[in-house]
């Protein structure tokens, strides 16, 4: 069983910068495919970054390129969000997510962390 344990999250005030951290349990981390994505109060969980299980392609929703990046390290079994030039509207509980198909999907994903705070202040 695939256990996703993230963490990083907080309050930050808008134009600053959080760094989220997504540590998997199991020894085939590099098989899966990891995606985060993001749920705001009253708002459906909507896809943020995704990224093979290589490292080698990264994808991202419009309204986080060239802000955020995606990035993993599988000798750590670990997978990162960083998080620049934070917005208000990028407040919401964040949850990493590991699959095994190539997906922007929530649904796609098997497995999924329990979620982590980001608030970012006006």
């Known amino acids: 069983q695939v256990q996703l344990v993230e963490s990083g999250g907080g309050l930050v005030q808008a134009g600053g910068s959080l760094r989220l951290s997504c540590q998997h349990s199991?020894?085939?981390?590099?098989?899966?495919?990891m995606g985060w994505f993001r749920q705001a109060p009253g708002k459906e969980r909507e896809f943020v970054a995704r990224?093979?299980?290589?490292?080698?392609?990264?994808d991202y929703t419009d309204s986080v390129k060239g802000r955020f990046t995606i990035t993993r390290d599988n000798a750590k079994n670990t997978v990162y969000l960083q998080m620049n030039s934070l917005k208000p509207e990028d407040t919401a509980v964040y949850y990493c997510?590991?699959?095994?198909?190539?997906?922007?999907?929530?649904?796609?994903?098997?497995?999924w962390g329990q979620g982590t705070q980001v608030t970012v202040s006006s």
């Open positions: 997510a590991a699959g095994g198909t190539w997906s922007n999907v929530a649904r796609a994903y098997d497995y």
């Open positions: 199991g020894r085939t981390f590099g098989t899966y495919a």
């Open positions: 990224i093979t299980g290589s490292g080698r392609t990264m």
